[in-house]
Nanobody, 115 residues
Framework: QVQLVESGGGWVQPGGSLRLSCVASEYIISSNPMAWYRQAPGKQREFVASKMAGRDPRYSDSVNGRFAISRDNAKKSVYLQMNSLKPEDTAVYYC?????????WGQGTQVTVSS
C-alpha cells in the first residue's frame, strides 16, 4: 500500500512563498497522476493542482499563476511551489495519487498565511 508523506508547511506572511514536498513510499509511474488538494476550516476539500506524464499541469483558478507543481519520479516526489500567498490560501494541504483506480492520500501539512 502506497504511503504519502507531506512536508514544508508552516506560517508565512501574505505575499510570501512556501514549497511543499510529498514523498511516496514506493515508485509511482509517471502516467499515474499526482495532485495537491487543500481543506480550509469549515470547508470541503478542494483541488489545487495535478501533474501526470505527457500532459500539461492543471491548476485551480484560485491558484493559477501563483502556484507551480512539479514531479521528480526518481525521488518519488511531487512538489508545490506556492508564491504570492494570500490569507485565503490557509488550509491543510494534502498530496494524492491514484493507482489502479484507488486514491491514496497523505496526512496533510498545515499552511497558515497571516500577518
Amino acid at each position: 500500500q502506497v504511503q504519502l508523506v507531506e512536508s514544508g508547511g508552516g506560517w508565512v506572511q501574505p505575499g510570501g512563498s512556501l514549497r511543499l514536498s510529498c514523498v511516496a513510499s514506493e515508485y509511482i509511474i509517471s502516467s499515474n497522476p499526482m495532485a495537491w488538494y487543500r481543506q480550509a476550516p469549515g470547508k470541503q476539500r478542494e483541488f489545487v493542482a495535478s501533474k501526470m506524464a505527457g500532459r500539461d499541469p492543471r491548476y485551480s483558478d484560485s491558484v493559477n499563476g501563483r502556484f507551480a507543481i512539479s514531479r521528480d519520479n526518481a525521488k518519488k516526489s511531487v512538489y508545490l511551489q506556492m508564491n504570492s500567498l494570500k490569507p485565503e490560501d490557509t488550509a491543510v494541504y494534502y498530496c494524492k495519487t491514484k493507482i489502479d483506480g484507488y486514491d491514496y492520500w497523505g496526512q496533510g501539512t498545515q499552511v497558515t498565511v497571516s500577518s
